[in-house]
Every structure is written in C-alpha cells, then in structure tokens.
C-alpha cells in the first residue's frame, strides 16, 4: 500500500486511476461529465469542463465508470464536497472532492482496476 508523505494531511493513501465519470452538480441539478486522475477511499480528484465555475463548499454527487460497466444511475453515486478547485487551462478544472462517506464508490463485483474494497 503507498504511504503518506510526512506532509501530507490526506487521511487515505491516493492511486492515480485515470477512468471515466459523472458529477451531478446539485445547486444546479445537471449532471456534467468528468474523469478521474486519482482516488482514495476518502474521496477523488477529477477534471472537469470549466462551464460552470465550482467552488469549495459546492456539494456534488460522483459516479465511477468501472471497466466495460455503464457509469451508475444516480442512485447509485456518492455525495461529497468539493474540498479544492484549481484551474487547469482555459478549458478545464480539477476539483477535489471528499466523499461523505469513506469507500463510498461503490464498484461491480468483477472489476479487476479497482484500488480500494468495495464499500458495505
């Protein structure tokens, strides 16, 4: 398993996983596509489009695409906050968000990519 840096306030060790997901943006209520550049049981950091400017404190909801499995309906994503936004290009922002609750991603049972165990 990594190991945290001396510095590093993070509570879960991050792998960077590259994959596919959805953000449903809910002072908006739209749902805007997005993709992965790492994750922890804690939460994940992402890029998306920079059409609507987020903010720290906005809540959100993520879905994961995991492998060849369709990213979840809905009911199926978990609610965090966005904790850090920072500017990408003109084009995209990377957004870090923490889960409310921790493993809160859930996966399909076959998925071989999958840094962390499934949440209960």
Avoid at 6 to 23: E, N
Avoid at 31 to 46: D, K, R, V
Wanted: with cysteine; net charge positive.
């Amino acid at each position: 398993m990594p190991q945290l840096a001396d510095d590093d306030r993070r509570q879960y060790p991050r792998m960077p996983l590259v994959r596919g997901c959805k953000l449903l943006d809910q002072k908006t209520a739209r749902f805007i596509p997005a993709e992965t550049t790492n994750i922890s049981q804690g939460g994940l950091l992402m890029r998306v489009p920079a059409t609507r400017p987020f903010t720290a404190g906005d809540r959100v909801e993520v879905a994961v695409g995991w492998g060849n499995v369709p990213i979840a309906a809905s009911v199926k994503m978990a609610g965090g906050v966005i904790v850090r936004v920072h500017d990408i290009d003109h084009v995209h922002q990377a957004l870090a968000v923490r889960y409310d609750h921790a493993e809160a991603v859930a996966e399909p049972a076959d998925s071989k990519d999958r840094p962390m165990q499934r949440a209960a």
